[in-house]
């Protein structure tokens, strides 16, 4: 019998043997295929969205709560070879209609310039391509500017409020304070700025619309504005928060690019000359950030810490001087403290639970030397609430109310 009629009557005896396994091969060959498509359908669909949602944007500046100066992003880009910046003022805010029917409580406003990307895409994909103009400053690109007033919004904004173009909306935004959030010393109404704006255009996810740099999987409701005329309304004129960065480059780079372009005036700091050739750093926030105080210590000689706080009322026996201002003197770690400006000499080592008056307050209290003074203030509790405590000193000395007794800067 010949080779090939001994095959093929073998496959025919075991024809159903085979025809199973042929189908299973070709089962399992259909599931892989559908994976690796499915898989590769996912993946796109990933890459999209994240496209959608953060552009080509690499590197942030800012933490949403600090303004510096909006030149920032240029200083930046003249510093590092084809680094683009893009400034903004990010905030939170809640969109209502006008009459309250329908609200979105969790909303991101954008303050952005207008004006030309500055390659093929521009960092951010928002709108038609537009040739490169400029390329060492970098703006969103919009392809006509939003005028003041108006603004443009999200699909995520038109589908839940069921708006078009020529609709009138009402934001709630937080206005920037010198108070860090978690102090309750100014009642929210004070914290918040009501805008009115016109809706002139809705965006695609395509279209920048759907911009987030936070995780989540629902879709971002966005609102664009003119930063300058946000700028204008929360009295941050020339000041954006937001610095958005793509250069292509290590983050290393820009980061020593950064230490070498910015000034003390991008985080509110200033100097003040003092008496007795020292300087006083001084904030427009009303306490220093944990990392400025940080940088401080390492600085040699020394520096003088200095705390404020607005009391209550300073009490001794049934006499009271209300609404007090008590500053503190310090070193900033263990080293001790310098003593800049005289103070060591006017005041003397104060000890613990000690108290030093001025002769003005002491008189008013009719207090003198070893007198037990108490202090009542207001901390923060529960709810944002604010709840009065006390604390005894004894007063150590009394000063005349001449230079560090009278001295108003003392105060932030």
């Known amino acids: 019998m010949r080779a090939a009629r001994l095959v093929w009557r073998s496959l025919a005896f075991h024809a159903h043997a085979h025809a199973a396994t042929l189908a299973g091969v070709l089962a399992a060959s259909a599931v892989l295929t559908g994976a690796l498509t499915l898989g590769d359908s996912v993946r796109a669909s990933l890459a999209r969205a994240a496209r959608n949602r953060s552009g080509e944007i690499e590197a942030v500046l800012g933490n949403g709560e600090r303004f510096f100066r909006a030149d920032l992003g240029a200083r930046l880009s003249a510093r590092v070879p084809g680094l683009e910046a893009a400034v903004a003022i990010q905030l939170p805010a809640v969109v209502a209609l006008p009459d309250g029917t329908r609200r979105i409580g969790d909303a991101q406003l954008l303050g952005v310039d207008p004006g030309l990307p500055a390659g093929p895409a ?99 409701a966005n609102l664009f504005v003119q930063r300058e005329w946000l700028a204008e ?57 944990d990392p400025l105080v940080d940088a401080l210590r390492a600085l040699e000689p020394p520096a003088l810490g200095l705390l404020t706080y607005f009391v209550n009322g300073l009490s001794h026996g049934a006499r009271t001087t209300p609404y007090s201002t008590v500053a503190s003197l310090g070193g900033l770690d263990a080293r001790p403290a310098p003593d800049l400006v005289g103070w060591r000499s006017a005041l003397g080592e104060i000890g613990a639970d000690e108290i030093v008056l001025n002769d003005w307050t002491a008189r008013d ?48």
């Open 122 to 220: 521009g960092l951010f994909a928002l709108g038609p391509p537009l040739p490169p103009l400029d390329p060492g400053v970098f703006y969103f690109p919009f392809l006509h500017p939003i005028r003041r007033d108006e603004t443009w919004i999200g699909a995520e904004v038109a589908r839940v409020l069921g708006i078009e173009p020529g609709a009138e909306l009402v934001l709630r935004v937080p206005r920037p304070s010198e108070m860090t959030k978690e102090l309750a010393l100014a009642s929210v109404e004070e914290a918040i700025l009501p805008l009115r704006v016109k809706v002139t255009r809705v965006l695609t996810d395509e279209e920048f619309g759907a911009f987030s740099l936070e995780a989540g999987a629902g879709p971002r």
């Open 233 to 289: 309304r929360l009295a941050v004129v020339g000041r954006a928060n937001r610095a958005f960065l793509r250069s292509g480059q290590d983050l290393g780079t820009v980061e020593r690019a950064l230490r070498e372009v910015w000034e003390l005036d991008d985080v509110g700091l200033t100097w003040r000359e003092t008496p007795a050739a020292s300087r006083e750093l001084r904030s427009d926030q009303v306490f220093l950030a």
């Open 365 to 412: 209290l009719a207090a003198e030397p070893g007198d037990e003074i108490a202090l009542r203030y207001f901390v923060l509790g529960s709810g944002r609430a604010l709840e009065e405590r006390s604390h005894a000193f004894r007063l150590r000395a009394v000063v005349p109310t001449l230079g560090i007794g009278a001295d108003r800067t003392l105060a932030p």
